[in-house]
């Protein structure tokens, strides 16, 4: 019976991951087309708003689309995934780069944060290209920001340590991305120039509802406080979030709250709403 059990859990394994790879194949060939005929891909932008100032909006995240003609829309965390493993990523991201300094024209005076992957940085002579790109557009270090993920623990490299130094004395801020989801260790944190900590929206999402989450982020804020960095909170949906968030001295706040993510034509950028709303921001932190 345990051989015969054993082999139908070989069985189901294999067919899931046919399955997987099938999917991976098919979602890569179409993003080899989408990419050779840049088409198919938009931007939409989330604003990123600050405790004192939540009604204005004048700071957006990036975040890509992709609707496939032969697969219908899929979710950018899974073709972000398969670009990455397959390579595309690199050409995806000049792509998407291009249509985030395109967009740029429509939000006057507004900072947008770009994802960029760890491949993208492993890449020699990523920094230089990636300013050299902005500068075509008249764009300057100031008006974009650069998301790097924590989810993937290669972060470590020659490669990528020179290309996020020279992207920091270019004048990019820079924030890692998903803190708290990946393999970052206290000593890493320090030897790379970030300038901003994201806490994942897991975090957030879970601490009206877990007195442990709550006491984690109060510590994640603790420590990347004590390290001169800024620290922003993804995934507030609730008012509550946001009070919580800002009593415990965020710098900044994302999520449903204020906006999903939108096409660059539907963005509101200013002051949004008659009535300005704050959260008590604390003085101890
Ligand atoms: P991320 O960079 O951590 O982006 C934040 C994600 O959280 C976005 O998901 C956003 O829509 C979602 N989100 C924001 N606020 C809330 C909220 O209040 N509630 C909930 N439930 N979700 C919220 P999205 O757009 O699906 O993107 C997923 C991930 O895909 C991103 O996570 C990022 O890692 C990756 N990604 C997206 N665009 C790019 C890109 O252009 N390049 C790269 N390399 N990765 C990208
Ligand atoms: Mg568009
Ligand atoms: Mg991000
Ligand atoms: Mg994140």
Request: with cysteine.
């Amino acid at each position: 019976l345990a051989k015969s059990l054993n082999s139908m859990a070989t069985y189901f394994y294999d067919e899931k991951m046919e399955n997987d790879d099938n999917d991976r194949r098919r979602i890569e060939a179409s993003l080899r087309q989408c990419l050779d005929n840049k088409e198919a891909f938009d931007i939409h932008y989330q604003p990123i708003v600050t405790p004192l100032n939540p009604n204005c909006f004048n700071k957006f995240e990036a975040l890509a689309r992709w609707n496939s003609p032969s697969l219908g829309p899929i979710p950018p965390d899974r073709f972000i995934s398969v670009a990455e493993s397959s390579g595309l990523i690199v050409a995806l991201g000049w792509h998407l780069l291009d249509l985030i300094c395109e967009d740029m024209k429509m939000l006057p005076d507004c900072t947008v944060s770009v994802n960029v992957s760890p491949n993208q940085l492993m890449t020699p002579g990523f920094a230089n290209e990636f300013y050299n790109r902005i500068s075509s557009y008249g764009l300057s270090p100031n008006r974009i920001e650069i998301e790097v993920t924590e989810k993937i623990s290669v972060l470590i490299g020659s490669t990528l340590t020179q290309e996020m130094k020279l992207l920091s004395e270019y004048g990019f801020i820079i924030a890692l991305d998903d803190f708290g989801t990946g393999f970052s260790s206290i000593a890493y944190l320090t030897h790379m120039p970030f300038n901003r900590l994201k806490i994942d929206r897991s975090f957030v999402m879970a601490a009206q509802s877990s007195s442990t989450r709550k006491k984690m982020i109060h510590s994640i804020i603790g420590l990347g406080k004590s390290m001169g960095l800024e620290i922003v909170a993804e995934g507030v949906e609730t008012a509550a979030d946001a009070a919580f968030l800002s009593k415990l001295g965020v710098n900044y706040l994302q999520g449903y709250l204020y906006g999903k993510p939108k096409p660059c034509e539907s963005v509101q950028t200013g002051y949004i709403g008659a009535d300005q709303i704050s959260y008590p921001v604390s003085r101890s932190l």
